[in-house]
């Protein structure tokens, strides 16, 4: 499953043409603001997750090979991607609405990220990055969020309860 939100007052700047690639469709979405969210996005210390890693690694792999430039990890992003991960694991239930209602660009203003334009995808099952994102790659609009060349920062989460909850939240600040 995936999901793009732009904001941008003209249409977000289209990815570089690919061979096999399809773009998901853009739509506008207003600005909201909710109350803070517990939990982290990234390992004790502040650093990365090896998995979180590697999927960045991957994610930045594909998209060198489609031309478009590599995403910086931002740690807002990590945080709600890693705080939607548990909140699908807790309730055994993957989807882009959280348990309480709220959809990415939500999650993304309880984090404080101001953002342009966003893209998720979700997964559930995939036992490691590698399969995690072979299963995306072959997912058109999955594939279309990991190749828009607009997105600039990435965030990962990964949390398991009956398999591992994944989730990449891709976005373009204001």
Known sequence: RCVIRD????????????????TAPSRRSPERSTAPAGGAGVAPGGSVSSQAREVV????????????????IDDKLMTAAQRHSQDQADHRNMSHTGSDGSDAGDRLDRVGYSWRTYGEN????????AAVMDAWMNSSGHRANILNCAFTEIGVGVASSNGPYWTQVFAAPR
């Open 7 to 22: 904001t941008s007052p003209t249409k977000a700047t289209k990815p570089k043409p690919a061979p096999a690639r399809t």
């Open 57 to 72: 690694n991957l994610v930045n792999a594909e998209r060198a090979k489609a031309g478009c430039g590599a995403l910086s």
């Open 122 to 129: 979700v997964a559930w099952n995939q036992k490691t990055p």
